[in-house]
């Protein structure tokens, strides 16, 4: 499972959160600020899944901090990420300090996620 999101700043940056569970159903929330607002569905394949776990284990991202931040400064959004493989879990809030490697793992799977035929997804 994955989730991605980016957090709000003083100005205009994307808010949004990706949630991609192991069956590859996902939900993209469009918060504020963001390409697409409100909820949507796609379905990644197991490939897509297996891509994102590859480029995890690339950058040990199990060995990463959970946190990157200074808390005296105030204007800068997070990029928060969540990893779950088989029963391994792990979060990193990021936001200054950032690795170069994770800053890439993150900008490659923002990209990764966003750029799906996602669909408006409405609960009956």
């Not at 990029?79 to 879990?89: F, G, Y």
Request: hydrophobic share 35%; glycine share 4%.
């Amino acid at each position: 499972a994955v989730h991605f999101e980016r957090t709000p700043c003083f100005g205009r940056c994307p808010v949004f959160k990706i949630r991609v569970y192991k069956s590859g159903f996902a939900t993209y929330e469009g918060l504020n600020f963001a390409e697409k607002m409100g909820l949507y569905s796609y379905r990644f394949s197991e490939a897509d899944l297996d891509k994102i776990y590859e480029m995890a284990n690339a950058i040990d991202y199990f060995d990463l901090e959970s946190e990157y931040n200074d808390p005296r400064v105030t204007d800068l959004p997070a990029t928060i990420s969540e990893i779950q493989i088989n029963d391994q879990t792990h979060t990193v809030n990021a936001r200054m300090g950032v690795p170069q490697s994770l800053k890439d793992f993150h900008e490659n799977l923002g990209i990764m996620l966003n750029e799906r035929d996602w669909k408006p997804y409405s609960i009956r």
